[in-house]
């Protein structure tokens, strides 16, 4: 099975920082990797998929590269309502298994 | 408008038996994959299983096969998550997602979800 890690697992930052997230794969997943936004209560939203591609709608100050087994997720600018927990997901292991990562949750300094 | 609409919060007994659902709507129901996540409380999201309702196909997790069924009914396209035994440790919100294709992509990734569902198991 395929297994995803996430770095950090928590982070506090202030609105206008820079912010990046790691994700990593236990083996070489090409480029089918996922990022995902949640807030409290809320169901999981697409941000980016294929690494680096923008869902519709995704602010632009989102962005996602890499390849293989390690990824990231950059936010340019932080907005307030970027205040979320993010999830990378695997999805080289068609049919079946989608694996997430562990989450990273990003709080306000 | 793509919709994925599950059915409502839940609470039951050790051992007893439970379905849950997700109708979609939208889209060409039997044309794609709708999987399951888990989300226990305070942690994070765990990818279930999924089922292709054009033709049935289904698999599973490891953590999650045999625990669970997942099945679907293309006529009322809907999906459904179900135990015949729930323990304590089933108490979670569960999330499906539709396995779709975003506008001019090449891969099929959980692009739409639906509301999410609470399942109490509580003596």
């Known amino acids: 099975d395929i297994q995803m890690t996430q770095s950090p697992s928590s982070l506090s930052a202030s609105i206008g920082d820079r912010v990046t997230i790691t994700c990593r794969a236990s083996?070489?997943?090409?480029?089918?990797l996922n990022w995902f936004q949640q807030k409290p209560g809320k169901a999981p939203k697409l941000l980016i998929y294929?690494?680096?591609n923008l869902q519709s709608g995704v602010p632009s100050r989102f962005s996602g590269s890499g390849s293989g087994t390690e990824f990231t997720l950059t936010i340019s600018s932080l907005q307030p309502e970027d205040f979320a927990t993010y999830y990378c997901q695997q999805s080289y292991s068609i049919p079946f298994m989608y694996t997430f990562g562990p989450g990273t949750k990003l709080e306000i300094k | 408008e793509v919709q994925l609409v599950q059915s409502g919060a839940e609470v039951k007994k050790p051992g007893e038996s439970l379905r849950i659902s997700c109708k979609g709507s939208?889209?060409?129901?039997?044309?794609?994959?709708i999987g399951w996540v888990r989300q226990m409380p305070g942690k994070g999201l765990e990818w279930m299983g999924i089922?292709?309702?054009?033709?049935?196909?289904?698999g599973y997790s490891p953590s999650f096969q045999g625990q669970v069924t997942i099945s679907a009914d293309k006529s009322i396209t809907t999906a459904y998550l179900q135990w015949s035994s729930l323990k304590a440790s089933d108490t979670a919100i569960y999330y499906c997602a539709r396995r779709g294709r975003p506008a001019g992509a090449t891969v099929y990734v959980p692009d739409y979800w639906g509301q999410g569902t609470l399942v109490t198991v509580s003596s």
């Open positions: 083996q070489n997943i090409r480029n089918y």
């Open positions: 939208g889209y060409t129901f039997t044309s794609y994959g």
């Open positions: 089922i292709y309702p054009g033709d049935s196909n289904t």
């Open positions: 294929g690494a680096s």
